[in-house]
């Protein structure tokens, strides 16, 4: 979506805001209203958010979810006020598209104290809820949210799955057997992403196991940046005759490759 140029300066009254939240059809003309709304980041529209997080109506709470999650722009405006609230809506609510807006604004907050919560719904029948609750999740490093996003890299659904990874290879410095054990059962994901994610991680925290997984991979049709990254920080001589291959055709990143291939020499 193209909606930088009018976060900050849209001309719109909160009124007008508001309404184009809760009436707009299009996504991007709804999301465009809720950066507006986050950059104002006011009293006003905090307790008007807020008022929509206790609606009878799921799509209203959602939307004031959505607001909360971002209220104001580089410095977060009532920060603590806001999770409150989301903290007592993952309690109460059970419509899932209010739990995936809520899991999502938690996830802006960085608020250690929901992690409790947040981990209840690794096992939601709704695939974009458990998705939010690995966004939700990602970047800490305690017990419970890592044994959740361990659960979650093994989700039947590719993008959960995807990202779960993600947050355990590249979103936290915690290395650990477990997490090891967990990204090597990715690299024989049948989704690409999944499988490059864990390879990052992998190669991030050293792993030999990276080795004849990158192999497959660099030897492959189709070749993704992850991939190379990965290559880079692993920095094997076993991948240089592989990568020097992909100089004949490989133009996604070419200098990434020569890093690549620099660091596998030595």
């Given amino acids: ?130 998705r939010a609750t690995v966004f939700a999740l990602t970047g800490y490093e305690t017990q419970q949210a890592i044994e ?10 590719p993008n959960v799955r995807d990202w779960a990874t993600f947050a355990l290879g590249t979103q936290i410095e915690l290395d650990t057997p477990e997490i090891r054990d967990a990204l090597a059962d990715r690299l024989r994901d049948p989704d690409i992403d999944t499988r490059a994610e864990a390879l990052v991680g992998l190669a991030y925290r050293k792993d030999g196991r990276t080795i004849d997984a990158m192999k497959k991979e660099l030897s492959s049709a189709s070749v993704g940046t992850l991939v190379i990254e990965a290559a880079e920080l692993i920095a094997s001589n076993e991948l240089h005759s592989h990568l020097i291959a992909l100089r004949k ?13 620099s660091v596998s020499q030595s």
């Avoid at 959740?148 to 659904?157: A, M």
Wanted: a negative charge; glycine letters at 2%.
């Fill in 249 to 261: 055709w490989w133009d996604v990143d070419p200098e990434l490759l020569e890093r690549a291939i």
């Fill in 1 to 130: 979506m193209t909606i930088e140029p009018y976060r900050n300066n849209d001309p719109r009254t909160v009124d007008e805001l508001f309404n184009a939240t809760l009436s707009e059809s299009d996504e991007e003309s709804v999301w465009t209203a809720v950066c507006a709304l986050h950059w104002r980041g006011t009293r006003e529209v905090f307790q008007r958010a807020a008022e929509l997080c206790v609606s009878q109506c799921s799509h209203e709470r959602a939307v004031g979810a959505d607001i909360l999650g971002q209220l104001g722009v580089h410095e977060r405006s009532f920060p603590d006020e806001s999770t409150k609230l989301l903290r007592s809506m993952l309690k109460i609510d059970e419509e899932a598209d209010v739990l995936d807006s809520v899991l999502i604004a938690l996830s802006h907050h960085h608020d250690l104290s929901a992690v409790p919560i947040v981990v209840r719904f690794s096992k939601h029948s709704d695939p974009d809820v458990r």
């Fill in 148 to 157: 959740c996003l361990l659960s979650l890299s093994n989700d039947p659904i």
